[in-house]
Antibody, heavy 118, light 107 residues
Framework: QVQLVQSGAEVKKPGASVRVSCKAS????????ISWVRQAPGQGLEWMGW????????EYAQKFQARVTMTTDTSTSTAYMELRSLRSDDTAVYYC???????????WGQGTLVAVSS | DIQMTQSPSSLSASVGDRVTITCRAS??????LHWYQQKPGEAPKLLMY???RLQSGVPSRFSGSGSGTDFTLTISSLQPEDVATYYC?????????FGGGTKVEIK
């Protein structure tokens, strides 16, 4: 059964950075891309970007272009999302999700809560 | 960027009712439209992809239609386990986006 297991909750101060990990199992990691989606408390889903796990190509949402970096470690089948210069409105649950690069997501991680507070 | 608008934002219906959710794109997206179901406290789950293709394991009471800019998700007979928020997503081009969501409740 395909699984995406994300790292645990984080509490950060404004201006700091956070890195969320997403470890994939039970499929060939480089056969599918990974998207990152976030959800602020009580709000809808917001697409942040995706990474092609085969060649490392990325596409970021314009809103996050300057502050986000998505990477992978194919040796451990793990994807990472780093968000910099955190603000209080970055408080959200961050999800990784598997899909063909640039396409819909068929498996999702459990989500990682990132809370930004002074 | 392509904006996705869902309507209604919420609805309440009785068990057994036919429920329809609409998603409109700000420009044509062909059939690159997908639907997700999210229950409280859970990650989203893929329901329908490429407008009308049912994801494996999803009950056949769910169906999808549309093309271009206007799309619908229909639940033919609402069940208690369908209480959730439903999101559409477009994957036309490189900048993906979601609709604002439709919360479905039982009357």
């Amino acid at each position: 059964q395909v699984q995406l297991v994300q790292s645990g909750a984080e509490v950060k101060k404004p201006g700091a950075s956070v890195r969320v990990s997403c470890k994939a199992s039970d499929y060939t990691f480089t056969s599918h891309g990974i998207s990152w989606v976030r959800q602020a408390p009580g709000q809808g889903l917001e697409w942040m970007g995706w990474i092609n796990t085969y060649n490392g190509d990325t596409e970021y949402a314009q809103k996050f272009q300057a502050r986000v970096t998505m990477t992978t470690d194919t040796s451990t089948s793990t994807a990472y999302m780093e968000l910099r210069s955190l603000r209080s409105d970055d408080t959200a649950v961050y999800y990784c999700a598997r899909g063909l690069t640039g396409s819909f997501s068929d498996f999702w991680g459990q989500g990682t809560l990132v809370a930004v507070s002074s | 960027d392509i904006q996705m608008t869902q309507s209604p934002s919420s609805l309440s219906a009785s068990v057994g009712d036919r429920v329809t959710i609409t998603c409109r794109a700000s420009q044509s997206i062909s059939t690159y439209l997908h639907w997700y179901q999210q229950k409280p406290g859970e990650a989203p789950k893929l329901l329908m992809y490429s407008t009308s293709r049912l994801q494996s394991g999803v009950p056949s009471r769910f169906s999808g239609s549309g093309s271009g800019t206007d799309f619908t998700l229909t639940i033919s007979s609402l069940q208690p386990e369908d209480v959730a928020t439903y999101y559409c997503q477009q994957t036309y081009g490189n900048q993906l986006s979601f609709g604002g969501g439709t919360k479905v409740e039982i009357k």
